[in-house]
């Protein structure tokens, strides 16, 4: 499935999934609750980036993070 995918947007999604992780980290949350994220966890991700990064990047990481808990449930 991941093939799909053309080679830029890959590589937006693995961005998005990056800052994902690094955001989790910087919160001290555990990986097991990293992924599958809860909602909240990703607002609160989404709500710490809309002031930094434009909303195509942040639509981008989001797709990125949508199209993660597609594949892996």
């Not at 799909?4 to 609750?33: H, K, M, V």
Request: with cysteine; aromatic share 10%; hydrophobic share 40%.
């Amino acid at each position: 499935m991941i093939r799909s995918l053309d080679s830029d947007t890959r590589s937006n999604y693995g961005a998005g999934l990056l800052r994902f992780t690094q955001f989790c980290d910087s919160l001290d949350i555990p990986e097991r609750d990293h992924m599958p994220a809860a909602e909240s966890l990703v607002s609160q991700f989404a709500a710490s980036h809309a002031g930094s990064a434009s909303a195509k990047t942040l639509n981008n990481w989001l797709c990125g993070l949508h199209f993660w808990h597609i594949i892996n449930g």
